[in-house]
C-alpha cells in the first residue's frame, strides 16, 4: 500500500485548504484513513481519522473535516478557519484494522498558515 498526499500550501490565517491522499495497492474500502501532523520542535499529533465515524482532535474540532471518496481511493482533510498554530507537516496513515495501528504512512505535505 501507498499513500500519496498533496495540497499543502501557503494561506493566511483564517483561510482553508484541502488536503488529498490517495491510495494505492488497496482501497480505502478496506482501509481506514487518518490525519496526522507534526510541526517544528513538536511530536506528531493525531489529526483526524474516519471508520464508521469520524474522529478530531480537540484543537480542530468545528474546523477541519475528514472525508473519503472509495471509489477514487482519496481521503480528504479539509482544513477551514485555519490558524497559525496549525502550520505542520501533514502526514496521511491508514489502518487496516478500525482503531488498530497505522501502518500504512504517506509523505508529509506542508502547511503554513501566516498571520
Known amino acids: 500500500v501507498q499513500l500519496q498526499a498533496s495540497g499543502g500550501g501557503l494561506v493566511q490565517a483564517g483561510g482553508s485548504l484541502r488536503l488529498s491522499c490517495v491510495a494505492s495497492?488497496?482501497?480505502?474500502?478496506?482501509?481506514?484513513p487518518a490525519w496526522f501532523r507534526q510541526a517544528p520542535g513538536k511530536e506528531r499529533e493525531f489529526v483526524a481519522a474516519?471508520?464508521?465515524?469520524?474522529i478530531y482532535a480537540d484543537s480542530v474540532k468545528g474546523r477541519f473535516v475528514i472525508s473519503r471518496d472509495i471509489a477514487k481511493s482519496t481521503a480528504y482533510l479539509q482544513m477551514n478557519s485555519l490558524k497559525p498554530e496549525d502550520t505542520a507537516v501533514y502526514y496521511c496513515?491508514?489502518?487496516?484494522?478500525?482503531?488498530?495501528?497505522?501502518?500504512?504512512w504517506g509523505q508529509g505535505t506542508q502547511v503554513t498558515v501566516s498571520s
Open positions: 496513515a491508514a489502518s487496516a484494522v478500525t482503531g488498530g495501528e497505522y501502518n500504512y
Open positions: 474516519i471508520s464508521w465515524t469520524t
Open positions: 495497492g488497496r482501497t480505502f474500502s478496506s482501509l481506514y
